[in-house]
């Protein structure tokens, strides 16, 4: 066992307890910085800032707050609520208790104004004239005067009460000039009643006197709020995630801050290797009713509320929504469109006028809300109404889903068997580009119908597009009462499907003890006779990570299968043919590649494309890129139309790295699952080896560890062991590549021990044990021989070029190494083959320049040292400099100390320090943290 506690890093800096919230003054700190000095400079008294629910308006008040007070202004703040409009003078009240008098007759002065107010108050509220006198304000102005420079923060001011609003034309023009001055919020969309509109008045009227402005608080935009969701998440956002979230919150910051914490909790939005991806195939969760952006409309009153909640659904109808929601509601017709009009100017809703009245959601997000609000029956008869209305013709949704979705949620409310017609066929339109719908749509289908035959084939559609779009669990649950509900309806080739869909699900979902019992015959036998059993249950052995046993009962049972139906005799050989290559045994691989007609399922074009996309994955697997592509090309298959793990095992072979780095995060953040999981991890270690390269070491190990688990898990050991070898904890790499290597050789695996037995192979040498080294040369031989690859091959003529001094070894690995043309293998080759002496200036020049091109800013840094002490140039001072200063943000973003730092560089504590002190003073960045939150959002890329 390997103990890496030593070589964690510290967890990268976060920012300061008492630092405020880094989305809460998001994309408004501009704003605050001009509010303060426009309120200092007092040239106009009256500052109203206007901004929707959400908006942020009372965030911004609060940090003006702070930014005065630092500048030793006097601050008063208050915050006005919806009833206190009904009573006189009360804003004016508070605003005199907020304001503390400096001496014994200050405060005499003070409370006698309060006692005016008071009094004025009453008398207003008794239904007095409700006249105030003349010198009430400058009074009033002259008690304030005396503290000035101070400064008034309103919050929520279109509350005000209309008594107090009166003075305000009075107190502005007194406060001109006088070092005073009033910054207040106003919410826009609210229906104002009377006083709010007097109020408005008055500001407008100071506005164009010039004693007055309006400073809008506008939503954010794309790159606000990208760079919001980077400040939240601590990651880089997914374009596709950016997209989708401001779309549905239109920029509003309260709505997206809500989001991104609903979407974390609910595992929808996922942080790899610190980016963060949103999750395709699940659903969104809705903001809950009592965020402040549904719960603004219940301010509205009940009516509205009831109409907002019909719109949700029926908003896509248009002027029928009118007819249908009076219908729902029992409100009348005048009634409803009384409240859409409130809505709209409340800014819930946009209404477009012309030959069509069409409304739609401001923000999408409060559309979902308010639907996932609904009661269960409320949205069936909303629902029913809707589709009912669009089947007769009377309404015409702009949208082609809009009919399936209302279908799916009308229940009992429609006509079964029609409704359930519908939504089969346009889930099978659906079924591979809209997961989210098709599962929906299926589940309804399969909810109402009656008829066996509809049900039966509703269930092996909803297993199949369940495990399509990685929803495993309800494909497991499927497929398994596809199998013992429908077995009747199912023929030999449906039944030995839905079964391969039923194992991979269990595997996904890590129900070992029901995949053992069908692996060993003791569950209830699968459908379509012996062969089918037979092949389901060696994949059931394959799934738990018992290669080996998959294989050897596939082998005994080979004549019993292979005559059977064409699907489960071609699935019976993939899956022999994958557990050979894993095993070391690629024979029957290479006999399908050869003849492709021995595959039988030639009639099922989805067979042939899953054939073909097998052949390209194990060729990947085994690093045979120019063979993988030449299956693509006589295939007819596309690089799109590969799993994601293919196409970023693809990219890497390519030398495309960050495109594959990107494939591959995005792929552990989906969850993706393939009934073919060894990519999985050959594409972790290969994304962790880009990342190791580029000096992301702790992300590295990081991501290694989001996939652990499963079977092949040795080819992790490997790629962690870079990360020691990295650090110079060479003893410890070593040991982690013995431990993985024992791990294969008990499990049989023979995939994926290559390389490792070339770098055990050199670790041995480099500490003088001759023997190990020359057994791992041994080993690495028969590997070379049991998988006939180019890569086994180079890694075993190298491990005998530094072992044996074999130098015509080495010679033939450079030469094999650029007959493949994969850019990563050929660096290694030829930095290897320099080091045991071949042709080493050429070779490491050239490797230097690979690894340039790949960006392996690590690697650079090492051969930099290695061409040095070889007597050969390095090209590019310059460019060495600024890439020494790249690596070392990076580790210090890591989290990695000068100790760590020292050692990747081959230098000194001393002289790193030094390293740090000049790059803090050339960023701009004061600390170390700083520099870490810069680098982990994105903003600063070295």
Same mark, same amino acid.
């Given at each position: ?59 911004? /008040? ?11 202004? @006097? ?70 005067? &005396? ?93 596709? /995630? ?5 779309? #549905? ?135 029913? $109404? ?7 013709? #009377? =309404? ?15 229940? =009992? ?8 017609? $519908?939504? /089969? ?12 719908? &098709? ?18 084939? &509703? ?37 030995? +499907? ?34 089918? +059993? ?14 080996? +046993? ?36 690629? +024979? ?38 120019? *063979? #993988? ?70 992300? #590295? ?31 410890? &790499? ?11 050789? *008990? ?50 003529? $190298? ?65 930099? @040292? ?49 390293? $740090? ?13 700083? /520099? ?11």
């Amino acid at each position: 066992m390997v103990d890496s506690s030593r070589w964690e890093p510290r967890p990268a800096p976060a920012p300061e307890q008492d630092e405020p919230s880094v989305t809460s003054m998001f994309g408004r700190r501009a704003l605050v910085e001009r509010l303060r000095s426009g309120a200092l400079s007092g040239r106009v008294p009256l500052t109203v800032l206007t901004g929707e629910v959400g908006s942020g308006r009372s965030a911004v /008040l609060s940090a003006l707050a702070g930014e005065l007070a630092a500048a030793e202004a @006097r601050v008063v703040s208050v915050r006005v609520g919806e009833h206190e409009r009904t009573t006189p003078y009360g804003l004016l009240y508070r605003l005199l208790t907020a304001v503390e008098p400096s001496g014994r007759g200050k405060r005499a002065d003070r409370d006698s104004v309060l006692g005016l107010v008071a009094r004025l108050s009453a008398d207003a509220a008794r239904g007095g004239s409700g006249e105030v006198p003349a010198q009430l304000a400058n009074t009033v102005f002259s008690l304030v005067r &005396a503290h000035a420079p101070l400064t008034v923060l309103i919050d929520d001011a279109q509350w005000v009460d209309g008594a107090t609003a009166s003075l305000l034309d009075r107190f502005v023009r007194l406060f001109a000039g006088q070092g005073c001055a009033i910054v207040a919020t106003w919410r826009l969309g609210r229906s104002a009643e009377s006083d709010g509109r007097r109020l408005a008045g008055e500001v407008e009227r100071l506005v164009a006197d010039g004693l007055a402005r309006h400073v809008p608080l506008r939503p954010l935009t794309r790159a606000q709020s990208a760079e919001f969701l980077a400040e939240s998440v601590r990651a880089v956002p997914d374009a596709e /995630l950016v997209d989708r979230l401001h779309a #549905a919150t239109r920029g509003n910051p309260a709505a997206l801050r809500s989001m991104v914490e609903l979407h974390q909790q609910a595992g929808v939005l996922r942080v790899v290797d610190r980016h963060a991806y949103i999750r395709s195939g699940v659903e969104w969760p809705p903001l809950p009713e009592r965020h402040p952006l549904p719960a603004s409309i219940h301010e509205a009153g009940a009516v509205c509320w009831s109409v907002a909640r019909a719109m949700a659904v029926l908003a896509p109808l248009g002027e029928s929504a009118v007819g249908l929601a009076a219908e729902a509601l029992d409100l009348t017709a005048e009634t409803v469109r009384a409240a859409l009009d409130a809505l709209v100017a409340d800014r819930v809703l946009v209404g477009s006028r012309g030959a069509r009245q069409r409304w739609r959601f401001r923000i999408p997000a409060v559309r979902d809300a308010l639907e996932a609000c609904l009661g269960p029956y409320e949205r069936r008869r909303f629902c029913a $109404l809707a589709a009912t209305a669009v089947w007769n013709g #009377a =309404a015409e949704p702009g949208d082609e889903h809009f009919l399936p979705d209302r279908l799916a949620d009308a229940g =009992a409310l429609v006509d079964p068997d029609r409704s359930a017609e $519908l939504l /089969l066929a346009r889930s099978g339109e659906v079924m591979f580009t809209d997961g989210l719908r &098709a599962v929906r749509w299926l589940r309804a289908v399969v909810d109402r119908v009656v008829d066996p035959g509809q049900r039966a084939v &509703a269930m092996r559609m909803y297993s199949a597009v369940c495990g399509i779009h990685s929803r495993m669990a309800e494909a497991a649950d499927g497929a398994r009462a596809t199998l013992a509900e429908h077995a009747d309806r199912l023929s030999v080739e449906m039944a030995q +499907e839905i079964a391969i869909v039923y194992v991979n699900g269990l595997a996904a979902c890590e129900r070992w003890s029901e995949l053992d019992r069908l692996a060993s015959g003791e569950a209830p036998p699968v459908p379509g006779g012996r062969a089918n +059993e037979l092949v389901t249950r060696g994949f059931a052995l394959i799934m738990q990570g018992r290669w080996g +046993e998959g294989a050897r009962l596939l082998e005994r049972n080979w004549q019993l299968w292979s005559g059977a139906n064409p699907v489960t005799a071609d699935l019976g050989d993939m899956f022999r043919g994958g557990a050979g290559v894993v095993l070391g045994r690629p +024979e029957v691989l290479r006999r399908f590649l050869r003849d492709p007609g021995l595959w039988r399922s030639w009639d099922f074009p989805q067979h042939r494309f899953e054939q073909a996309r097998y052949e390209v994955n194990m060729l990947l697997l085994l690093g045979e890129l120019d *063979e #993988a592509m030449r299956v693509l090309d006589a295939r007819g298959l596309t690089v799109e139309q590969l799993q994601s793990s293919d196409r970023s095992l693809l990219r890497l072979l390519w030398g495309q790295h960050s495109a594959a780095l990107d494939i591959a995060r995005r792929s552990i953040a989906e969850g993706s699952y393939s009934a073919r999981p060894l990519a999985l991890m050959a594409m972790a270690r290969d994304a962790a080896g880009v990342l190791i390269g580029r000096g992301w070491l702790s992300r #590295a190990r990081q991501l290694t560890g989001m996939v652990r688990g499963r079977p092949l898990d040795h080819v992790l050991d490997h790629a962690d062991a870079w990360v020691l070898h990295a650090l110079g904890d060479h003893a410890e &790499a070593d040991e982690l590549l013995r431990s993985g290597l024992r791990s294969a050789d *008990e499990n049989g695996f023979v995939l994926g021990t290559e390389w490792m037995w070339a770098d055990l192979a050199a670790g041995e040498w480099a500490r003088g044990d001759v023997a190990a080294a020359e057994e791992c040369v041994r080993r690495g031989g028969l590997v070379a021989e049991a998988l006939g690859t180019g890569r086994a091959e180079i890694a075993w003529l $190298l491990s005998r070029a530094l072992v044996h001094g074999d130098r015509q070894a080495g010679r033939e690995a450079v030469r094999l190494a650029r007959q493949r043309a994969i850019p990563d293998e050929m660096a290694w080759t030829f930095f290897r083959a320099a080091r045991s002496g071949v042709d080493t200036s050429r070779l490491l020049s050239e490797a230097y320049e690979l690894f340039g091109e790949l960006d392996a800013l690590l690697w650079r840094a090492r051969m930099r @040292r290695v061409m040095r002490e070889h007597d050969v140039s390095v090209p590019g001072r310059g460019a060495s400099t600024a890439e020494n200063e790249r690596l070392l943000a990076v580790l210090v973003t890591e989290g990695w100390g000068n100790r760590q730092l020292a050692t990747v560089f081959g230098t000194s504590e001393k002289s790193v320090e030094g390293r $740090l002190t000049r790059m803090f003073a050339r960023t701009g960045y004061r600390s170390r943290v700083e /520099l870490a939150a810069a680098m982990l959002t994105g903003r600063f890329r070295p």
